[in-house]
């Protein structure tokens, strides 16, 4: 498996916290790893007494989630799993109110 230099090159210095820098160097050929990782940071897991990422270091682990979600195909896999459209579920034709189409529910909903 690559290295993932245009993944972590130039985003590990915006991030605040060395030992989240460590880490992620440390699973650089476990891309699978590396993004439960980054998911893990964002779980609240202190009983609501996490103060959360400041803005540049939360942007660079969004970035790094963004590029391995791509590499790994997690959009499609999501994708597959969106119950499609119900074809009873549709806008009716009628008379707007409040500038919106009643919408008829589907049986038994």
């Not at 540049?56 to 119950?83: G, N, S, Y």
């Amino acid at each position: 498996m690559d290295r993932m230099p245009d993944v972590l090159s130039g985003r590990l210095e915006q991030i605040a916290y060395p030992h989240i820098r460590d880490h992620l160097l440390q699973l650089q050929d476990d891309w699978p790893g590396m993004l439960e990782y980054v998911n893990h940071l964002f779980l609240d897991t202190r009983g609501g007494t996490r103060r959360g990422f400041d803005f540049t270091t939360a942007a660079a682990l969004m970035e790094i989630k963004h590029d391995l979600m791509v590499r790994l195909d997690e959009f499609a896999r999501l994708r597959d799993q969106v119950p499609h459209r119900d074809p009873q579920f549709t806008a009716g034709a009628g008379k707007p109110v409040n500038g919106y189409h009643p919408i008829p529910l589907p049986k038994h909903w």
